[in-house]
């Protein structure tokens, strides 16, 4: 005998089909598990010679108690000469693309609809949701009808997109004057697999029957080849000396110098809490990351770079606001101001991202690690470091940040690596340097052979 239960909706195993487990004790009542993992309550009863089956709605908004009470209202329903089935598809025939929407953007931001590791959407997403729906799908599709979307509708959406149909000027909150929506090949990949996503969403919850955006031929999305070379470093670090001698900069200085050093994404860095810092560990433990909770090998560089600034810093964030105890807020505005005009007028703060992990290839660390450094969702070895680093990381981390930090400040050589022990990891850095100024490679050849 099965009784639905919170204990066995939770222990319902995924399956290959979609599959009903049927309560015993209300006849009728049913748990449908998706082959995508997610759960509905259902109920299925007769009227007039035909078979229904309603669905009460998603596990998440609903529990289980709550589900077989709303089950026993419409099956009383139902013994009365009512079809809840036929009700709710006379309500569904006239909702539109920009109902649809609005309906998703609230059990996004209720948190019903989750994301990776099966948590709530971050404010950051729903933002950038909210914005290609009311951009891109509703300028476009917001007054047709969902169950009248065939995959002709929503491939034609897709080239709009791609040509620049829906390019618009925009007054933004956060920047002042305009934001450029252009569109663009990247734009409708990620849009119209937006689009797929509020579709299946409309399936789950019973309004349509098929996803029309389902095998849709997509454009691949632009992929970010671009990184600095050694050349280019120098250039970098020239540039951030000369912005540090205006004392607006440098605050931004400082976090584009540390993103160079640490493979970070830009939020990260910008959002950084001191309770995040560990330095006795060598390592950032980030509590809310692009994959959740992260921990970040960190090199001597920036080990000593954060125990400098501790020093001075009362407040909550390592970068914060001028006379605010908030993050950073002028990052866009003196990125744009250091690098316009300039000869790396082209990089985005991504760039220093990929070139960290590109340097990290180059030196001959594997891809596990470089994934762990910069926390990858592939990167799960991270989760094994919680309270202790492995050697071979922080070795990592030394050897890379080393190396952009000698090529930041102008030094030639090809690579310096640190031993775990601080004072060994100091005393390696200074001889390192004294050598590789009066050209002698000797030992820092050695050494990149002994990390490799």
């Known amino acids: 005998m099965v009784k639905i239960t919170k204990r066995v909706v939770e222990a319902a195993e995924v399956q290959e089909k979609d599959y009903i487990i049927w309560d015993d004790e209300l006849p009728g009542f ?60 006379l309500g569904h025939k006239a909702i539109t693309v920009k109902e649809l929407c609005t309906r998703y953007l609230a059990d996004l931001q209720a948190g019903l609809i989750l994301g990776k590791g099966g948590r709530p959407k971050k404010g950051s997403t729903i ?124 605050t931004v200085v400082d976090i584009i110098r540390q993103l ?33 909770g992260s921990i970040r090998p960190i090199g001597l560089p920036v080990v000593e770079y954060f125990e400098r600034r501790r020093t001075n810093d009362v407040g909550t964030y390592v970068f914060p606001r001028q006379g605010e105890d908030s993050a950073f807020g002028s990052f866009p505005n003196h990125w744009k101001h250091i690098f316009e005009n300039s000869p790396l007028s082209d990089i985005t703060p991504h760039v220093l991202r990929h070139s960290f992990a590109s340097i990290a290839n180059d030196l001959g660390i594997t891809e596990v690690t470089i994934a762990a450094l910069v926390g990858h969702a592939k990167g799960s070895v991270t989760s094994k470091y919680i309270h202790t680093l492995d050697t071979a990381l922080i070795t990592a981390a030394d050897t ?42 000797g030992e820092a050849d050695e050494k990149c052979r002994l990390a490799a």
């Open 127 to 250: 933002v950038t949701v909210k914005g290609r729906i009311e951009r891109h799908i509703v300028p476009l599709l917001g007054t047709r009808r969902v169950k009248d979307l065939t995959k002709t509708d929503i491939n034609r959406i897709l080239k709009d997109i791609m040509s620049g149909r829906t390019r618009v000027s925009v007054k933004t909150k956060k920047l002042r004057g305009k934001a450029i929506v252009r569109g663009g090949a990247g734009t409708a990949t990620r849009t119209v697999g937006l689009l797929g996503g509020i579709l299946t969403y409309a399936v789950e919850g019973g309004i349509i029957e098929n996803n029309p955006a389902h095998g849709l031929r997509k454009p691949k999305d632009n992929v970010r080849t671009r990184r600095l070379s050694e050349a280019e470093y120098r250039i970098l670090g020239r540039m951030l000396r000369d912005a540090a001698e205006q004392e607006k900069y440098a």
């Open 400 to 441: 890379i940040s080393g190396y952009v930090h000698g090529l930041l400040d102008g030094i030639e050589f090809k690579q310096a690596a640190y031993a775990l022990d601080r004072d060994s990891r100091k005393a390696s850095l200074a001889r390192f340097l004294r050598r590789a100024s009066s050209g002698d490679q």
């Open 30 to 89: 049913g748990l449908r598990v998706f082959s995508s993992g997610k759960r509905s309550y259902v109920i299925q009863y007769r009227t007039r010679g035909r078979s229904r089956r309603y669905t009460v709605g998603l596990h998440g908004a609903w529990v289980a108690e709550t589900a077989r009470r709303e089950a026993k209202v419409q099956l009383g329903r139902v013994a009365g000469g009512d079809d809840p089935v036929e009700e709710r598809q």
């Open 260 to 292: 160079a050093l640490t493979g970070c994404r830009r939020s990260e860095m910008i959002s950084l809490r001191w309770t995040e810092v560990d330095a006795d560990s060598s390592c950032l433990r980030l509590k809310d990351s692009k994959e959740g």
